[in-house]
Every structure is written in structure tokens, then in C-alpha cells.
């Protein structure tokens, strides 16, 4: 997928979609606007998009290997990702730029998106999928990417211009920003007890996980990653419950 910002621009190296997700972040707070865009083709959707939760998975789920090995022979992608596609509230989907770009500015409170403008970058990224000796880092990564086989089957789609027919249609997602984490906030002794402001111990009252500080920030530092936080928000759990436990003996 190309990046862009809520008016067009091409977010800069190396700010591509699965890369530095905070220097993206901070990136995208500074255009006065709380959403970006990705555009991308069906070949790329069905390869590079996934749902988070197990039932949004049904292959990998049900450990169904001819529905996993759908993902490379179909042209369409997972059922889910497909049903987003249609109904998301944020996807957009034509079969040329033009009407592309129509239906983006159609979202928003306001058309800013440039059509010619938005053409100019995707034209000039496609001329780079034909170049042996491109110096397009994202293309570059994404060869690079392709290297290791099972990336090469199932996750990264082969390097495409996005304004080819063939890979159609043109898809457009507008993204937003949020928070799904609760990164600290109370402060605890090593029982688990919840401090107050003077540090003595509020009465009755024990935290443990993300809101004690064991997600993101805390002990996980500013570029904490979010498959890390489980072993600290269990450890911290079973801390207080013992506390609790041994307080009521």
C-alpha cells in the first residue's frame, strides 16, 4: 500500500505501512488532521490485510489448510477482509482513480484530495516497480521481504504498479488515529497497592496490567510492542491477587 496524509502527500522514508509505527504517528499528528489513506489494489488487500481476533481468521483458526492456501490461488481475500471491504464505513472502491478520489473526498468534511496530484505520486512510484535499479525504499523492502518464502506465498504481494488493470480494483482505507491501550496512570508498591498522591497506600484498592503501567510506557520503555505486555500484565495480576489474598487471611 502507499501512504499518503489527509491531503495527498506521500508519507516520507520510512514511514510505510508496518514500519515505524510511533515515528508515523507523530508524523500524521502534525498535519492537523486525525486520519491518513491507503491506497492499494485487490492483489495487495488479499495478501497484506488481516483482521485481528481468531474469528476473523477461520483459516488459521480451524487450521483449514486448503482455506489457507485460498489465500494464494483466489483472487479474492479472506472472507472477512472481503466483507470489510464491502461494508467498511472507510474503505473505497473503483475501478479507476478518478472515481477513487471521488469516493475518498466523499468521507471527508471537505474534497482535499487532488486527483492530478494524487495520480503524480502514484504514477511516479509505479514507474519505480519497473526499474532494476530503483532507489523506491518501500519497493526495495518489500523485495526484500519477498526473499523469505513464506512471505513471498502468503503476506507480501509481488510489486505492482497500483494503476495497473489487472491488480484491480483500486482500493482506498482511511485511517484513523487512536489509542488501544491504557499506557500506565497508577501508581502501585511492589504488593500491587494502588499510592496515592503522599505515597502511602490507598485502602482496598490494588491494580495490576496496563493501567499499573506494565503496557505500554512502564517497564516496557516508549517503543514498547504490544505482544510483550501479556507476561507483565500476568505477573502483576498474580502479585496483587496474592497481596489480596494474603491481606483478607
Avoid at 487532488?114 to 519497473?130: C, G, S
Wanted: glycine share 12%.
Amino acid at each position: 500500500s502507499m501512504w499518503f496524509d489527509a491531503l495527498g502527500n506521500r508519507l516520507p522514508t520510512p514511514l510505510f505501512p508496518g514500519f515505524d509505527t510511533l515515528g508515523t504517528l507523530e508524523h500524521l499528528t502534525k498535519t492537523g488532521f486525525d486520519y491518513s489513506w491507503f491506497a492499494l489494489t485487490q492483489r495487495i488487500i488479499k495478501r497484506e490485510f488481516a483482521l485481528s481476533g481468531s474469528e476473523q481468521n477461520p483459516d488459521l483458526t480451524n487450521k483449514d489448510i486448503g482455506l489457507l492456501l485460498q489465500r494464494v490461488v483466489s483472487k479474492s481475500g479472506p472472507a472477512p477482509v472481503e466483507a470489510f471491504k464491502e461494508h467498511g464505513a472507510d474503505f473505497v472502491v473503483a475501478s479507476n482513480l478518478t472515481d477513487l478520489v471521488q469516493g475518498m473526498n466523499a468521507l471527508t468534511d471537505a474534497p482535499r484530495l487532488d486527483p492530478v496530484k494524487l495520480e503524480r505520486e502514484i504514477t511516479a512510484r509505479d514507474r519505480e516497480v519497473d526499474n532494476g535499479l530503483t532507489q523506491d525504499q518501500q519497493i526495495l523492502a518489500i523485495r526484500a521481504a519477498r526473499r523469505y518464502l513464506g512471505d513471498r506465498l502468503i503476506r507480501v504481494a509481488k510489486p505492482h504498479r497500483l494503476l495497473d488493470p489487472a491488480a484491480g480494483p483500486l482500493i482506498a482505507v482511511r485511517l484513523r488515529i487512536l489509542t488501544r491501550k491504557t499506557l500506565g496512570g497508577l501508581q502501585t508498591d511492589l504488593s500491587g497497592r494502588v499510592l496515592r498522591a503522599d505515597g502511602m497506600p490507598l485502602p482496598g484498592l490494588y491494580a495490576a496490567g496496563e493501567v499499573a503501567g506494565f503496557g505500554g510506557g512502564g517497564m516496557h520503555g516508549y517503543r514498547s510492542l504490544e505482544g510483550t505486555f501479556l507476561g507483565g500484565c500476568l505477573f502483576s495480576g498474580r502479585i496483587a491477587g496474592r497481596a489480596v489474598a494474603a491481606a483478607l487471611a
